[in-house]
Nanobody, 119 residues
Framework: QEHVVESGGGLAQPGGSLRLACTAS????????MGWNRQAPGNQRELVAH???????VYSDSVKGRFTISRDNAKNTVTLQMNSLKPEDTAVYYC?????????????WGQGIQVTVAP
């Protein structure tokens, strides 16, 4: 069954860095939109960043200039480099693949990975 799996979360100090990776069990198409979302306790899930096959990116205002999303179709991966972390970045981060296979929508979500930013 198709899936995506996140890795790389954990604990970082304010001002520190973490790198998240997401690996898909399916080959990535250029038409796939790959994204990272996050959900903090008591909050709704929100978009962090996404990237299309042309490497066009969109970031939420809260992470712009601090986070960088990238993808490698050959490795079926998308990464999120998070720098200058703030306590408010603490959340569960979810990888998402939004695409189509043979005309059928394919929308995959990972199980999520915890990122905690604290002294």
């Amino acid at each position: 069954q198709e899936h995506v799996v996140e890795s790389g979360g954990g604990l970082a100090q304010p001002g520190g860095s973490l790198r998240l990776a997401c690996t898909a069990s399916v080959g990535l198409f250029n038409s796939d939109l790959m994204g990272w979302n996050r959900q903090a306790p008591g909050n709704q899930r929100e978009l962090v960043a996404h990237i299309n096959g042309h490497l066009n990116t969109v970031y939420s205002d809260s992470v712009k200039g601090r986070f960088t999303i990238s993808r490698d179709n050959a490795k079926n991966t998308v990464t999120l480099q998070m720098n200058s972390l703030k306590p408010e970045d603490t959340a569960v981060y979810y990888c998402n693949l939004d695409g189509r296979r043979w005309g059928t929508p394919l929308n995959l979500w990972g199980q999520g990975i915890q990122v905690t930013v604290a002294p």
